[in-house]
């Protein structure tokens, strides 16, 4: 039975910074990609950081660019979500996803592609 478990979501001021870690189990995954997806109340689930398995490449929303880094550690079957410069609107409840073998990074922006899902963690950003 697979299994993603986040941790690490918070209150935090504007400009402070969290770590999401994403802790998986029952699956192999190292041939995993894994990806982050956030939902705010009222709006669709929408694509924040992904990492491949083959080559551990990685993308990032433009929203997040340069403030979020995503990273994984296979030796402990958990990927992570650095986040920096946080802001209100980065508030949302934060899902991690894995999908088998290694979509496009286009492919990996689409929440429908990933097969798993946490139960999310809720980052609310305080101004």
């Known amino acids: 039975q697979v299994q993603l478990v986040e941790s690490g979501g918070g209150l935090v001021q504007a400009g402070g910074s969290l770590r999401l870690s994403c802790a998986a189990s029952g699956l192999t995954f190292s041939t995993y990609t894994m990806g982050w997806f956030r939902q705010a109340p009222g709006k669709e689930r929408e694509f924040v950081a992904v990492i491949r398995w083959r080559i551990s490449d990685t993308a990032y929303a433009d929203s997040v660019k340069g403030r979020f880094t995503i990273s994984r550690d296979n030796a402990k079957n958990t990927a992570y979500l650095q986040m920096y410069s946080l802001k209100p609107e980065d508030t949302a409840v934060y899902y991690c996803?894995?999908?088998?073998?290694?979509?496009?990074?286009?492919?990996?922006?689409?929440?429908?592609?990933?097969?798993?899902w946490g139960q999310g963690t809720q980052v609310t950003v305080s101004s």
């Open positions: 996803a894995a999908r088998g073998g290694s979509p496009t990074t286009v492919r990996a922006m689409n929440p429908a592609v990933f097969d798993y």
